[in-house]
């Protein structure tokens, strides 16, 4: 399986991703850090990807998602942005929305 198709089944099988430089409990960058603490505030059911255990996966996603910079976030296939989007949703309220949906349609990371 190429590396398109690895990242597009993740993105299947997930409706929350989060694509992120080390873990939820061990972050390795501060950006991913604030991504992942987000996203927990929220109670938002994801699933993190750690981009360093997969070079491959860690210099094709930038391609695959058109944006430069880890982490990335997905909600159904479909990239909403970085740390900052991530905060903004977060300070609108819809992030919170997000999560809401996506825990009352039964999806689980």
């Known amino acids: 399986m190429d590396v398109n198709d690895r990242i597009k089944a993740v993105l299947d ?40 255990e997969d ?17 990335q976030l997905f909600l159904h296939g479909e990239l909403l942005g970085g740390c900052d989007i991530t905060l903004e949703l977060k300070a609108s309220g819809e992030l919170q929305r997000l999560a809401q949906e996506t825990a009352l349609r039964g999806d689980t990371a």
């Open 13 to 52: 099988a997930h409706p929350l991703v989060l694509f992120m430089k080390g873990t939820p409990q061990f972050p390795m960058c501060g950006f991913s850090s604030r991504a992942a603490q987000m996203l927990r505030e929220v109670g938002a059911p994801f699933h993190a990807v750690n981009v360093l």
């Open 55 to 71: 070079p491959e996966l860690r210099a094709a996603l930038p391609r695959y998602a058109n944006w430069p910079t880890f982490p």
